[in-house]
């Protein structure tokens, strides 16, 4: 039942963790940002929904290099656990 000292639960909810951070902080970044420039500038909402888009392809970026790491990584262990 245990892995490297961790259960299914702890790992499913480390990775949970990871993949939270790599889609909110970009979110928060930009969008504050946006709203920030959109004040500066006055071109509300405009800024703030272009900081927005930017995350979310900033974010899928991210969950795509993340997955693959991860994928990686379980296939090695595979390839491991076989010998």
Do not use: H
Not at 1 to 15: D, I, P, R
Not at 18 to 37: C, M, N, T
Request: avoid cysteine; aromatic fraction near 12%; proline fraction near 2%.
């Amino acid at each position: 039942m245990e892995k490297n000292g961790k259960t299914g639960f702890w790992q499913a909810l480390s990775l949970a963790w990871e993949f939270g951070y790599v889609i909110a902080i970009p979110i928060v970044i930009f969008a504050l940002l946006g709203r920030i420039l959109d004040k500066k500038f006055g071109t509300s909402p405009w800024l703030l929904l272009a900081g927005i888009l930017i995350s979310i392809l900033i974010s899928s970026f991210g969950l795509i290099a993340k997955f693959k790491k991860m994928l990686k990584k379980l296939e090695s262990d595979n390839r491991k656990e076989s010998k």
